[in-house]
T-cell receptor, first 116, second 116 residues
Framework: NAGVTQTPKFRVLKTGQSMTLLCAQDMNHEYMYWYRQDPGMGLRLIHYSVGEGTTAKGEVPDGYNVSRLKKQNFLLGLESAAPSQTSVYFC???????????????FGDGTRLSIL | AQTVTQSQPEMSVQEAETVTLSCTYDTSESDYYLFWYKQPPSRQMILVIRQEAYKQQNATENRFSVNFQKAAKSFSLKISDSQLGDAAMYFCAYRAGGTSYGKLTFGQGTILTVHP
Protein backbone atom coordinates (compact mmCIF):
# COMPACT_ATOMS: atom_id res chain seq x y z
CA ASN A 1 0.00 0.00 0.00
CA ALA A 2 2.17 2.85 -1.30
CA GLY A 3 -0.21 5.77 -0.67
CA VAL A 4 1.62 9.02 -1.47
CA THR A 5 5.20 8.75 -2.67
CA GLN A 6 7.56 11.70 -2.98
CA THR A 7 10.75 11.73 -5.02
CA PRO A 8 13.49 12.56 -4.10
CA LYS A 9 13.66 12.40 -0.30
CA PHE A 10 16.62 14.74 -0.06
CA ARG A 11 18.34 17.15 -2.44
CA VAL A 12 20.93 19.90 -2.33
CA LEU A 13 20.86 22.60 -5.01
CA LYS A 14 22.90 25.63 -5.80
CA THR A 15 21.22 29.02 -6.12
CA GLY A 16 19.81 29.45 -9.60
CA GLN A 17 19.51 25.76 -10.39
CA SER A 18 16.18 24.24 -11.29
CA MET A 19 14.56 21.03 -10.22
CA THR A 20 11.26 19.19 -10.06
CA LEU A 21 9.79 17.35 -7.12
CA LEU A 22 7.52 14.45 -7.99
CA CYS A 23 4.49 13.32 -6.06
CA ALA A 24 2.61 10.17 -6.97
CA GLN A 25 -0.51 8.74 -5.35
CA ASP A 26 -2.15 5.41 -6.01
CA MET A 27 -5.50 6.05 -4.32
CA ASN A 28 -7.24 7.63 -7.31
CA HIS A 29 -7.64 10.86 -5.36
CA GLU A 30 -8.94 13.91 -7.17
CA TYR A 31 -7.23 16.53 -4.99
CA MET A 32 -3.51 16.96 -4.47
CA TYR A 33 -1.51 19.55 -2.53
CA TRP A 34 2.01 20.82 -2.05
CA TYR A 35 3.01 22.28 1.33
CA ARG A 36 6.28 23.60 2.66
CA GLN A 37 7.34 23.28 6.30
CA ASP A 38 9.58 25.85 7.92
CA PRO A 39 10.57 26.17 11.59
CA GLY A 40 8.08 28.20 13.58
CA MET A 41 5.67 28.47 10.67
CA GLY A 42 4.08 25.07 10.42
CA LEU A 43 3.05 23.83 7.00
CA ARG A 44 1.91 26.32 4.38
CA LEU A 45 0.10 25.55 1.17
CA ILE A 46 2.05 26.32 -2.00
CA HIS A 47 -0.23 25.07 -4.78
CA TYR A 48 -3.01 22.58 -5.11
CA SER A 49 -4.94 20.74 -7.81
CA VAL A 50 -8.57 19.64 -7.87
CA GLY A 51 -8.22 17.45 -10.90
CA GLU A 52 -6.14 16.45 -13.88
CA GLY A 53 -5.07 19.48 -15.85
CA THR A 54 -6.05 21.99 -13.16
CA THR A 55 -3.89 23.83 -10.62
CA ALA A 56 -4.42 26.74 -8.25
CA LYS A 57 -2.30 28.96 -6.02
CA GLY A 58 -2.11 28.49 -2.31
CA GLU A 59 -0.75 30.74 0.39
CA VAL A 60 2.91 30.90 -0.74
CA PRO A 61 3.05 30.23 -4.51
CA ASP A 62 5.80 32.63 -5.58
CA GLY A 63 8.86 30.97 -7.08
CA TYR A 64 7.10 27.67 -7.75
CA ASN A 65 5.22 26.15 -10.63
CA VAL A 66 3.14 22.99 -10.70
CA SER A 67 1.63 20.64 -13.21
CA ARG A 68 -0.90 17.82 -13.07
CA LEU A 69 -0.83 16.13 -16.42
CA LYS A 70 -1.92 12.80 -14.97
CA LYS A 71 -4.38 12.29 -12.15
CA GLN A 72 -1.92 10.31 -10.07
CA ASN A 73 1.01 12.75 -10.36
CA PHE A 74 1.54 16.28 -9.10
CA LEU A 75 4.86 17.97 -9.92
CA LEU A 76 6.37 20.92 -8.11
CA GLY A 77 9.00 22.90 -10.00
CA LEU A 78 11.57 25.41 -8.90
CA GLU A 79 12.79 27.28 -11.99
CA SER A 80 15.56 29.25 -10.28
CA ALA A 81 16.17 28.04 -6.76
CA ALA A 82 16.78 30.59 -4.01
CA PRO A 83 18.08 30.05 -0.46
CA SER A 84 14.66 31.13 0.85
CA GLN A 85 13.24 27.97 -0.70
CA THR A 86 15.27 25.78 1.63
CA SER A 87 12.55 23.81 3.35
CA VAL A 88 10.87 20.47 3.79
CA TYR A 89 8.23 19.89 1.13
CA PHE A 90 5.19 17.71 1.65
CA CYS A 91 2.76 16.40 -0.89
CA UNK A 92 -0.72 15.30 0.16
CA UNK A 93 -3.84 13.95 -1.49
CA UNK A 94 -7.52 13.68 -0.74
CA UNK A 95 -10.61 12.34 -2.39
CA UNK A 96 -13.33 14.76 -3.41
CA UNK A 97 -15.64 13.21 -0.86
CA UNK A 98 -12.95 13.14 1.80
CA UNK A 99 -12.19 16.82 1.33
CA UNK A 100 -15.77 17.65 2.29
CA UNK A 101 -15.76 15.47 5.39
CA UNK A 102 -13.61 14.64 8.37
CA UNK A 103 -11.33 12.41 6.34
CA UNK A 104 -7.68 13.46 6.71
CA UNK A 105 -5.36 14.18 3.86
CA UNK A 106 -2.83 11.48 3.05
CA PHE A 107 0.73 12.80 3.26
CA GLY A 108 3.96 11.72 1.68
CA ASP A 109 7.11 11.44 3.77
CA GLY A 110 8.49 14.79 2.67
CA THR A 111 11.47 16.04 0.69
CA ARG A 112 14.23 17.95 2.44
CA LEU A 113 15.56 20.55 0.01
CA SER A 114 18.61 22.70 0.73
CA ILE A 115 19.57 25.62 -1.49
CA LEU A 116 23.14 26.80 -1.10
CA ALA B 1 -8.51 34.07 5.80
CA GLN B 2 -8.43 31.47 8.48
CA THR B 3 -5.58 31.41 10.94
CA VAL B 4 -4.45 28.78 13.42
CA THR B 5 -2.28 29.66 16.40
CA GLN B 6 -0.30 27.35 18.63
CA SER B 7 1.15 29.56 21.33
CA GLN B 8 3.41 26.93 22.91
CA PRO B 9 6.54 26.36 20.81
CA GLU B 10 7.74 23.70 23.26
CA MET B 11 6.19 21.61 26.00
CA SER B 12 7.55 18.88 28.23
CA VAL B 13 5.96 16.18 30.35
CA GLN B 14 7.03 13.35 32.58
CA GLU B 15 6.29 9.84 31.43
CA ALA B 16 2.85 8.69 32.65
CA GLU B 17 1.73 12.26 33.32
CA THR B 18 -0.83 14.35 31.41
CA VAL B 19 -0.07 17.26 29.12
CA THR B 20 -2.31 19.68 27.21
CA LEU B 21 -1.32 21.38 23.97
CA SER B 22 -3.15 24.57 23.04
CA CYS B 23 -4.59 25.62 19.72
CA THR B 24 -6.81 28.54 18.78
CA TYR B 25 -8.21 29.39 15.37
CA ASP B 26 -10.01 32.20 13.69
CA THR B 27 -12.77 31.65 11.15
CA SER B 28 -16.08 33.06 10.06
CA GLU B 29 -17.24 29.68 8.78
CA SER B 30 -19.78 27.57 10.62
CA ASP B 31 -18.89 24.31 8.86
CA TYR B 32 -15.34 23.15 9.44
CA TYR B 33 -13.11 20.38 10.73
CA LEU B 34 -10.16 20.40 13.10
CA PHE B 35 -7.27 17.98 13.26
CA TRP B 36 -4.23 17.23 15.37
CA TYR B 37 -1.26 15.73 13.55
CA LYS B 38 1.85 14.19 15.09
CA GLN B 39 5.20 14.48 13.33
CA PRO B 40 7.97 12.31 14.80
CA PRO B 41 11.61 12.72 13.73
CA SER B 42 10.86 10.46 10.76
CA ARG B 43 8.89 13.43 9.30
CA GLN B 44 5.75 11.36 8.79
CA MET B 45 2.49 13.25 9.29
CA ILE B 46 0.32 11.04 11.49
CA LEU B 47 -3.29 11.88 12.25
CA VAL B 48 -3.90 11.85 16.00
CA ILE B 49 -7.49 13.00 16.31
CA ARG B 50 -10.18 14.91 14.45
CA GLN B 51 -13.22 16.97 15.40
CA GLU B 52 -16.23 18.09 13.41
CA ALA B 53 -17.43 21.60 14.29
CA TYR B 54 -21.07 20.51 14.29
CA LYS B 55 -20.41 17.92 17.00
CA GLN B 56 -20.62 19.17 20.55
CA GLN B 57 -19.05 16.05 21.99
CA ASN B 58 -15.29 16.17 22.32
CA ALA B 59 -13.43 13.58 20.27
CA THR B 60 -11.43 10.87 22.03
CA GLU B 61 -8.92 8.37 20.69
CA ASN B 62 -7.49 6.14 23.42
CA ARG B 63 -5.09 8.33 25.45
CA PHE B 64 -5.75 11.38 23.28
CA SER B 65 -8.71 13.68 23.73
CA VAL B 66 -9.63 17.21 22.76
CA ASN B 67 -11.32 20.09 24.51
CA PHE B 68 -13.29 21.77 21.72
CA GLN B 69 -14.68 25.15 22.71
CA LYS B 70 -16.44 26.39 19.60
CA ALA B 71 -17.47 29.79 20.92
CA ALA B 72 -13.95 30.49 22.12
CA LYS B 73 -12.48 28.96 18.92
CA SER B 74 -10.20 26.76 20.95
CA PHE B 75 -9.14 23.18 20.22
CA SER B 76 -6.67 21.82 22.76
CA LEU B 77 -5.18 18.32 22.78
CA LYS B 78 -4.83 16.36 26.00
CA ILE B 79 -2.44 13.44 26.14
CA SER B 80 -2.96 11.20 29.14
CA ASP B 81 -0.47 8.66 30.51
CA SER B 82 2.26 10.12 28.30
CA GLN B 83 4.68 7.66 26.74
CA LEU B 84 8.18 8.13 25.37
CA GLY B 85 6.79 7.44 21.91
CA ASP B 86 4.57 10.52 22.17
CA ALA B 87 7.62 12.77 21.82
CA ALA B 88 7.18 14.61 18.53
CA MET B 89 6.10 17.85 16.88
CA TYR B 90 2.34 18.32 17.07
CA PHE B 91 0.38 20.40 14.59
CA CYS B 92 -3.14 21.69 14.88
CA ALA B 93 -4.91 22.07 11.53
CA TYR B 94 -8.14 23.59 10.26
CA ARG B 95 -10.17 22.69 7.21
CA ALA B 96 -13.23 24.62 6.08
CA GLY B 97 -16.20 22.62 4.92
CA GLY B 98 -18.11 23.23 1.72
CA THR B 99 -16.09 24.14 -1.38
CA SER B 100 -12.71 24.74 0.22
CA TYR B 101 -11.23 21.82 -1.74
CA GLY B 102 -9.97 20.32 1.48
CA LYS B 103 -7.14 22.79 1.97
CA LEU B 104 -5.55 22.67 5.41
CA THR B 105 -4.35 25.62 7.47
CA PHE B 106 -1.75 24.62 10.06
CA GLY B 107 -0.57 26.12 13.30
CA GLN B 108 3.10 26.74 13.98
CA GLY B 109 3.58 23.48 15.81
CA THR B 110 4.48 22.45 19.37
CA ILE B 111 7.49 20.29 20.14
CA LEU B 112 6.63 17.81 22.89
CA THR B 113 9.41 16.29 24.97
CA VAL B 114 8.65 13.30 27.20
CA HIS B 115 11.00 12.73 30.14
CA PRO B 116 11.46 9.21 31.53
Amino acid sequence: NAGVTQTPKFRVLKTGQSMTLLCAQDMNHEYMYWYRQDPGMGLRLIHYSVGEGTTAKGEVPDGYNVSRLKKQNFLLGLESAAPSQTSVYFCASSSHRGARSNQPQHFGDGTRLSIL
Amino acid sequence: AQTVTQSQPEMSVQEAETVTLSCTYDTSESDYYLFWYKQPPSRQMILVIRQEAYKQQNATENRFSVNFQKAAKSFSLKISDSQLGDAAMYFCAYRAGGTSYGKLTFGQGTILTVHP
